[in-house]
T-cell receptor, first 112, second 111 residues
Framework: DVKVTQSSRYLVKRTGEKVFLECVQD?????MFWYRQDPGLGLRLIYF???????EKGDIPEGYSVSREKKERFSLILESASTNQTSMYLC???????????FGPGTRLTVL | DQQVKQNSPSLSVQEGRISILNCDYT??????FLWYKKYPAEGPTFLIS?????DKNEDGRFTVFLNKSAKHLSLHIVPSQPGDSAVYFC??????????FGAGTRLTVKP
């Protein structure tokens, strides 16, 4: 059974804190993605990675950075959390080629 | 600039009837299109896909239609069931890597 796991389901942080969101997949997928989901805006791509140590900006990378040191792990970092980063964060992975992405359960982050 | 658009935020249908969810895209480079279903507090799950070389793909009660000239795709669910109530996201990708999603349509199927 394929699996994408995220380190936390719910997280509450304070403004200015550094936040790490971890994602691990066990499918040996090359590509990994971070999205945020907000009402009325759907899923917006923050960053993605198509290989270890490679990263590319998505549509809304400002305020975020990522790290991919190992193939199975893709981390999203909020350097200094702000209230407008309160959102549902979804990690996904897929192999190369035209096929579906597999999503983790999501992390609901609240920044106070 | 949203490259994938779902203009209907919600849709309500009666059990047993057809549900039609619509999606438009602007980037003519997209070559693969997907529909995902999402329940609250869960990640999206893949439902059905279509390549740009086809205009229809069917899987059980679900059919996706692609009109490349209009840059439009639709998902038909027949017959609709209460368990189909969820948020449906349209997605599109190109270069075998990137994927963009629409804003989602909340489908409610009434018994």
């Amino acid at each position: 059974d394929v699996k994408v796991t995220q380190s936390s389901r719910y997280l509450v942080k304070r403004t200015g804190e550094k936040v790490f969101l971890e994602c691990v997949q066990d499918m040996d997928h090359e590509n990994m993605f971070w999205y945020r989901q907000d009402p009325g805006l759907g899923l917006r791509l923050i960053y993605f990675s198509y290989d270890v140590k490679m990263k590319e900006k998505g549509d809304i990378p400002e305020g975020y950075s990522v790290s991919r040191e190992k193939k199975e792990r893709f981390s999203l970092i909020l350097e200094s959390a702000s209230t407008n980063q309160t959102s549902m964060y979804l990690c996904a992975s897929r192999t190369s080629g035209p096929n579906e992405q597999f999503f983790g359960p999501g992390t609901r982050l609240t920044v106070l | 600039d949203q490259q994938v658009k779902q203009n209907s935020p919600s849709l309500s249908v009666q059990e047993g009837r057809i549900s039609i969810l619509n999606c438009d895209y602007t980037n003519s480079m997209f070559d693969y299109f997907l529909w995902y279903k999402k329940y609250p507090a869960e990640g999206p799950t893949f439902l059905i896909s279509i390549s740009s070389i086809k205009d229809k793909n069917e899987d059980g009660r679900f059919t996706v239609f692609l009109n490349k000239s209009a840059k439009h795709l639709s998902l038909h669910i027949v017959p609709s069931q209460p368990g189909d109530s969820a948020v449906y996201f349209c997605a599109a990708s190109w270069r075998n890597n990137d994927m963009r999603f629409g804003a989602g349509t909340r489908l409610t199927v009434k018994p």
